[in-house]
């Protein structure tokens, strides 16, 4: 029963990195471009993928709880641990940093997808290029702990 639950959790989570990094990967793409209405394309689009990979992630955390509960793994263990705070970094960074410039961007962006000087100052003085990476990063740490178990 445990590979089930295992399982699930898996795919719950491969899931959920698609749903939230992918939206992330376009934002690179699209802000190198500065076509803005790529731009706000990406935004827009970016919400039904919040949605989805929230979802996602609250499944891959439930089945990750019942997985470790019923394989007699400690919910205290430090491979664990490491996993809690890196999936703490990545809402923080990508809800509380990411996402809040990306839409200040768009915002600025006129109705035609024309770049307004505004919207090009705050993509470059707000080091979205760079900043939108770092959840993926933090994600694919995640993967790492959750394989090789390190601090076990």
Known sequence: MNALWKTLHIISMFLAFAFFMAPNLFAVVALRTRDGGAIK???EGAKIFDRLGGA???LGVVFGIITALTGDISLLSGWL???YILLALIIIVGEGLVAPRLRRVAAAIGEQGTMSPDAQALIRSS????LTLVPPALFLGVVYVMVNKPFA
């Open 41 to 43: 394309r990406t935004v």
């Open 81 to 83: 641990v490491t996993a």
């Open 56 to 58: 996602s992630i609250g």
């Open 127 to 130: 080091g979205l290029g760079v």
